[in-house]
């Protein structure tokens, strides 16, 4: 069952949100998928995607109630994802794939919960990154050259498959990238390539 998630990662200047944006557009509604709502501490008009908004807490609420099958912290916000987003995987609704935007740092526990997954990681050459991290005026010198050396790190859990999008230059050439990537994942009904460690 858990071949069936497809889990999406990306370090920041990676354009990973906009691509996401891209091909959920673009993507034929008849495609074996679905896209994993988040719960996010963040309000409803901050823009970006359509979550749902959580305070703190009632984030707090739904952990403790063991209402969520993942959540993390990143950038001052917490991020979850319901139990019932993930219904897709098992066999009462049968064949059906579920997206998720992910978090690199919780890949190895998402890894650990639901093993055999597909990773796809959203990046860019490193002088790309250096120039959007750098256009954005957030973060030092030295604080975007500790992202680059993160974004270059990834270490994914044995067993899962990798594939990588890189996004250097026009966002429709990305993101028909990655479309086709995942209309081969879904439609073919296993994932291409190899497994991380064969």
């Known amino acids: 069952m858990n071949g069936r998630l497809i889990y999406i990662v990306g370090p920041s200047g990676a354009g990973k949100d906009s691509l996401l944006a891209w091909v959920r557009k673009h993507l034929p509604a008849s495609a074996p998928l679905h896209w994993a709502r988040r719960a996010i501490t963040r309000p409803a008009d901050a823009g970006g995607e359509a979550h749902e908004c959580l305070d703190t807490e009632g984030f707090e609420n739904v952990v403790q109630a063991q209402g969520?099958?993942?959540?993390?912290?990143a950038n001052g916000l917490r991020y979850g994802i319901r139990r019932e987003e993930l219904a897709h995987?098992?066999?009462?609704v049968h064949g059906r794939w579920v997206l998720?935007?992910?978090s690199r740092a919780y890949l190895p526990e998402a890894a650990r919960l639901y093993p055999g997954m597909t990773v796809i990681h959203i990046?860019?050459?490193?002088?790309?990154l250096r120039q959007r991290l750098?256009?954005?005026g957030r973060e030092s010198a030295q604080e975007i050259e500790r992202?680059?050396?993160?974004?270059?790190?990834?270490?994914?859990?044995?067993?899962s498959a990798l594939h990588e999008v890189r996004n250097n230059d026009q966002l429709e050439a990305?993101?028909?990238q990655l479309m086709t990537l995942i209309e081969a994942i879904t439609g073919h009904g296993r994932r291409p390539g190899r497994a991380a460690g064969d």
């Not at 969520?68 to 912290?73: P, T």
């Open 123 to 128: 990046t860019a050459d490193a002088n790309v």
């Open 68 to 73: 969520f099958a993942m959540h993390w912290q």
């Open 100 to 102: 998720l935007n992910g």
């Open 174 to 176: 990305a993101g028909r």
């Open 134 to 136: 750098a256009k954005r």
């Open 147 to 159: 992202r680059i050396e993160r974004a270059v790190d990834l270490q994914v859990p044995e067993g």
């Open 89 to 92: 995987l098992t066999h009462e």
